[in-house]
């Protein structure tokens, strides 16, 4: 009987955590049927799994941005398929859309969207409200992420009293507030200086770490070096996926 030698080499596992996110083939294409159609995103497919966190980089007009609006559902795609936890984007009524959104989805947008009339609390607790959560432990929780990353004290503030970087860090907070599992962050710390980017950094990496599922955008490759995984974009397509260097 012979004996078959075995390889040393440990097999890869399969890797077993649940898919929040993927994109099959998705392609975004606005003016459709017009002279000159833009094709914003061009086929992409991408994976992410529970406990993943992928950074997202490409020159301006790559379609970062529009990549992350169908992940969170914002907007859907002109072919191919988004599937967010388990439910694909394509066949949804806009009110299911944005209910999904409310449930699944915590949203970091570019140009942050905090609602002026609101102060900083009471802008993190309207997704929760929403959603029916009664407005004292709306405020508990709006206090607690408003705490993580460490603007608890503009509380009763509105966004036109705080600087650009607090509102940043408020639009954070309002995306990580409530159980929402995909976090979707579009340059979160682009008005950040390097300590406070690095700190919030460090709240996104503890979320994913907890159970989440994130995808970053950003320009900052030391930014990009606490994702598991870099994907990089050029005219609307995926040209290159590589292991991030995480730092724990
Ligand atoms: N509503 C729209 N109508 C027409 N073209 C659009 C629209 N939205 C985006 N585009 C185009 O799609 C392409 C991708 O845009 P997108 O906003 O996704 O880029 P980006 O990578 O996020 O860029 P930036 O780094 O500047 O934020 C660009 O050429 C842009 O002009
Ligand atoms: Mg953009």
Redesign the pocket.
């Known amino acids: 009987m012979s004996v078959e030698a075995r390889s040393t080499e440990p097999a890869a596992l399969p890797d077993r955590r649940p898919v929040l996110l993927s994109l099959n083939d998705a392609a975004r294409v606005?003016?459709e049927g017009t002279a000159v159609p833009?094709r914003?995103l061009n086929g992409v497919s991408l994976e992410v799994r529970v406990g993943e966190l992928v950074a997202v980089m490409?020159p301006?007009?790559?379609?970062?941005?529009?990549l992350l609006h169908l992940a969170g559902g914002l907007d859907t795609p002109t072919s191919g398929d988004v599937v967010v936890d388990g439910v694909s984007i394509a066949g949804l009524s806009v009110k299911a859309r944005a209910a999904l959104r409310r449930r699944s989805v915590g949203y970091v947008f570019?140009d942050l969207n905090l609602v002026p009339a609101l102060t900083a609390a009471e802008n993190v607790m309207l997704p929760r409200e929403l959603d029916g959560v009664g407005t004292r432990q709306a405020r508990l929780e709006a206090r607690e992420a408003l705490r993580e990353v460490g603007v608890e004290d503009l509380f009763d503030r509105f966004p036109e009293e705080m600087s650009g970087g607090q509102q940043q860090r408020v639009a954070i907070a309002r995306a990580l507030v409530g159980p929402r599992r995909l976090v979707l962050a579009d340059e979160p710390t682009g008005a950040l200086d390097s300590l406070t980017g690095e700190a919030i950094m460090k709240v996104l990496r503890a979320r994913v770490d907890e159970g989440a599922a994130g995808l970053l955008v950003t320009h900052d490759a030391q930014h990009a070096a606490w994702a598991d995984r870099v994907v990089f974009?050029r005219d609307?397509k995926m040209v290159e996926s590589a292991a991030g260097s995480r730092i724990s």
């Open positions: 606005h003016g833009v914003a490409g301006s007009g790559s379609g970062k941005s529009t570019q974009l609307g």
